[in-house]
């Protein structure tokens, strides 16, 4: 990715869009939701 070659609104929509991705798999591994955790992860308390 050229960051260089990008515009500010194109930075920022990348940014948020990784976010946002990663918000969507924290939530998915239980990661902020403990009562919601998959089963298979090691360390649940």
């Known amino acids: 990715m050229d ?5 500010t609104k194109e930075f920022v929509d990348k940014v948020h869009e990784a976010q946002a991705h ?3 798999n924290k939530e ?3 990661y902020g939701r403990p009562a919601k955790r ?6 649940i308390r």
Not at 3 to 7: L, V
């Open 3 to 7: 960051f260089t070659r990008m515009s």
């Open 22 to 24: 990663a918000r969507e």
């Open 28 to 30: 998915h591994n239980g």
């Open 38 to 43: 998959l089963p298979s992860k090691q360390g």
